[in-house]
């Protein structure tokens, strides 16, 4: 069965510090979203992407976060100065065309800024 | 505002049956979801309900009452391999993208 896929894993930075996190959607899938739960919280969603550009955004994504689809492939999300507050699991979802179809989601990235 | 409620913690026995409940309060609703998430896991995809009802997959089922902004997730014949964490997630209807909207999540653990 096809699956989002993210890499890394885990990611240690410094605080200060640009990380790219990655992620491969599922081929025939059109939208795609990354979310963040921080621990012991609840999963929040930060930005949706479609047809090239950012559909729609909510308040945590400031100017130090930007997301790129650099080829047919990837889906990225980058902060720029990363802070102690953005460590969370970061988790990239997909979703095909069609009212009904649900997000699947990767298994998430783990980042921690020192 | 958004707000979706669900209980912390729930406990149950192995082949019982045990019912998860949430609520909602959203600006828009076009349909509500439910997630698995094991620890440290990626959520995983359970159900999906737009209309009243319920809507049945094997041993899972979820139902829906838009009226009443509430939905629960029913699990039959528990097995261990059920203890996870319950998402009960709402799409945003006013998103022209369908984000999704996250309760704090039900931590089920299913005992011998």
């Known amino acids: 069965e096809p699956e989002v896929t993210q890499t890394p894993s885990h990611q240690v930075t410094q605080m200060g510090q640009e990380v790219i996190l990655r992620c491969v959607p599922i081929?025939?899938?059109?939208?795609f979203y990354w979310y963040r739960q921080i621990l012991g919280q609840k999963v929040e969603f930060l930005v949706s992407?479609?047809?090239?550009?950012?559909?729609?955004k909510s308040e945590i994504f400031d100017d130090q976060f930007s997301v790129e689809r650099p080829d047919g492939s990837n889906f990225t999300l980058k902060i720029r100065s990363t802070k102690l507050e953005d460590s969370a699991m970061y988790f990239c979802?997909?979703?095909?065309?069609?009212?009904?179809?649900?997000?699947?989601f990767g298994d998430g990235t783990r980042l921690s800024i020192l | 505002g958004q707000n979706i409620d669900q209980p912390t913690e729930m406990t149950a026995t192995e082949g019982a049956i045990v019912q998860i409940n949430c609520t909602y309060q959203?600006?828009?609703?076009?349909?509500l979801f439910w997630y698995q998430q094991h620890a440290g896991e990626a959520p995983t995809f359970l159900s999906y309900?737009?209309?009243?009802g319920l809507e049945e997959k094997g041993r899972f089922s979820s139902f829906l009452s838009r009226s009443k902004g509430y939905s629960y997730l029913l699990l039959k014949e528990l097995q261990m391999k059920d203890s996870a964490s319950y998402l009960c997630?709402?799409?945003?209807?006013?998103?022209?993208?369908?984000?999704?909207?996250f309760g704090q999540g039900t931590t089920l653990q299913v005992k011998p």
């Open positions: 997630a709402v799409r945003d209807g006013s998103s022209n993208t369908g984000k999704l909207i």
């Open positions: 992407f479609y047809n090239n550009e950012i559909s729609e």
């Open positions: 959203t600006s828009g609703f076009n349909g």
């Open positions: 979802a997909s979703k095909g065309q069609g009212r009904n179809q649900p997000q699947h």
């Open positions: 309900n737009v209309l009243d």
């Open positions: 081929s025939n899938h059109l939208y």
